[in-house]
Each structure stands twice: as structure tokens, then as C-alpha cells.
């Protein structure tokens, strides 16, 4: 008993010395921005994904951060859209109206059309006249107006509640210099309007990922994980957290419970 005893009582002087040399939690910690609530191309559950509407319906609903996909087309215009290529097996998935939790699907051109094509390859007035969206069960398209680089910064100009914009770069790796439009935009736009927040940048791509790299060094990168179709066996070799130390990129992109 006396040994139990004075077992514990080395235990309490430990506990106690521990406490002494151990350092305080800070009281003035933000709580309201300790964790990022992203909006994932907006609120996609009940707007247009990658739209205005989409956008300031995530802020009305506590997003201190938002996703937006972006593509190229054939003038340089960068645009806010998802499907770089309409025949692409996602985009296929996506007009079909299979994704689930998302109000809209995206509406492409019929085949044989002479516009079902990648964005890379329309003008910017050609592509808005030819692609929109469509709410689930209809037919009509939505009439939604597709944002440029541009209207999206001058929108993003005076938000001071968002922390981060997550900007999803949408190029293929036989189209892997656009990406430097796409970057050559942004420093143009980050100077003209000065917005609150900081970028990450997203690429499924190592190709592209080393392309933009090679003139924009210090920008913060991610690398999207793409996941296998079927039953995963063995998840640790698809993690996102080892593919950002394998590319020394600061972000590991888990934005979606994937892991």
C-alpha cells in the first residue's frame, strides 16, 4: 500500500512539473476561421456551379473559402467552367445528370454539332452561346452567365470574409502551356484589383504542375488525387498527403473525403 502510495505521488509531482514547463493556450485563438468551410464550386446544391449566384449563395451560407474550375479557350480568355472537354468520361457523367448533390448539370452541344468541343478550341463568344446548364428533370437551359477571370476578381475584390480561393486548373497535359495563361492572368489580376485572399492552385497534372512551376516557382500548388473506380484494396498508395511531399508542395488537397 505504501508503495502505491508513493507511486503516486511521483506521478502527481511529474504531472505537476510537466504543467509548469508546458505552454498556455492562447485565449484570442480565431475559432470562427481555425478550420476553412470551403464552397465547392460555389453551393452547387442550389446554383449553377462556378457561377456569381453559386458563389455569393456559399458566403450567405458560411463559407470562408471557395473552389472555382477554370479553362482556357481558344482567344485566351480564361473562364470559369468545369468540363474542359465535353466528351471527356466526367463531363459525360456530369451531362448526363449523375453527379450527385448538385441541382444542375452542365448542358454541351449535340455531336456533330461543330461545337462539341474542348474550350481550348472556341472563342469565348462561341462557347457561351453554345454551353450553359441545365436544372435536373428539365430541358431548358438555365440561361446562367458563364464568368470570365476577370468578372470573377472583380466580384472577389471587396470580399474580406474569404480566406482562400482554391483555383482548379482545368488543362490536360497536351495542353499543358495554358496554364501559363492562366497564371500570366492571375499576376496581371492580383495586381489590378488586390483581392483579400490567397491562392492555391490545383492541377491533376505533374506535366502541368512543372510548367507552371518553371515561371511561377513560388505560387502554392496542389496536386488532385484521382481516385480508382471500384473497391480500393490498398488506400495508402492514393494519398494526397504523400503525393504534396513527393512534389514538395506545401497544400495536400483533400477537399472531398476521398482518403
Aim: net charge neutral; with cysteine; proline share 7%.
Amino acid at each position: 500500500m505504501a508503495s502505491l502510495k508513493r507511486k503516486l505521488k511521483y506521478i502527481l509531482i511529474w504531472i505537476k512539473e510537466l504543467a509548469r514547463f508546458c505552454p498556455f493556450r492562447k485565449a484570442n485563438i480565431d475559432k470562427e476561421n481555425l478550420f476553412l468551410t470551403c464552397g465547392h464550386r460555389g453551393s452547387p446544391v442550389n446554383e449553377p456551379e462556378n457561377t456569381i449566384p453559386s458563389l455569393e449563395r456559399a458566403l450567405r451560407e458560411g463559407a470562408n473559402s471557395v473552389e472555382v474550375d477554370i479553362c482556357v479557350t481558344k482567344d485566351k480568355e480564361v473562364i470559369l467552367w468545369h468540363d474542359w472537354n465535353p466528351d471527356e468520361l466526367v463531363a459525360l457523367i456530369r451531362e448526363r445528370g449523375l453527379e450527385p448533390e448538385v441541382a444542375y448539370k452542365p448542358e454541351f452541344p449535340a455531336p456533330f454539332s461543330g461545337f462539341r468541343n474542348k474550350t481550348s478550341e472556341l472563342t469565348l463568344k462561341e462557347f457561351r452561346e453554345h454551353f450553359n446548364y441545365v436544372k435536373k428533370g428539365e430541358e431548358i437551359s438555365v440561361g446562367a452567365h458563364i464568368p470570365t477571370f476577370e468578372e470573377f476578381f472583380v466580384w472577389l475584390s471587396d470580399k474580406e470574409k474569404l480566406k482562400y480561393v482554391f483555383l482548379d486548373m482545368k488543362v490536360p497535359s497536351d495542353e499543358k502551356e495554358f496554364v501559363l495563361v492562366i497564371l500570366d492572368k492571375l499576376d496581371s489580376l492580383v495586381k489590378k484589383y488586390n483581392p483579400p485572399c490567397k491562392f492555391i492552385l490545383e492541377t491533376f497534372n505533374k506535366e502541368v504542375l512543372s510548367t507552371a512551376r518553371s515561371k511561377y516557382p513560388d505560387l502554392t500548388y496542389c496536386l488532385d488525387v484521382e481516385l480508382p473506380l471500384g473497391f480500393i484494396f490498398f488506400p495508402q498508395l492514393h494519398s494526397g498527403i504523400k503525393t504534396a511531399m513527393a512534389n514538395k508542395n506545401s497544400v495536400a488537397l483533400i477537399l472531398r473525403p476521398r482518403q
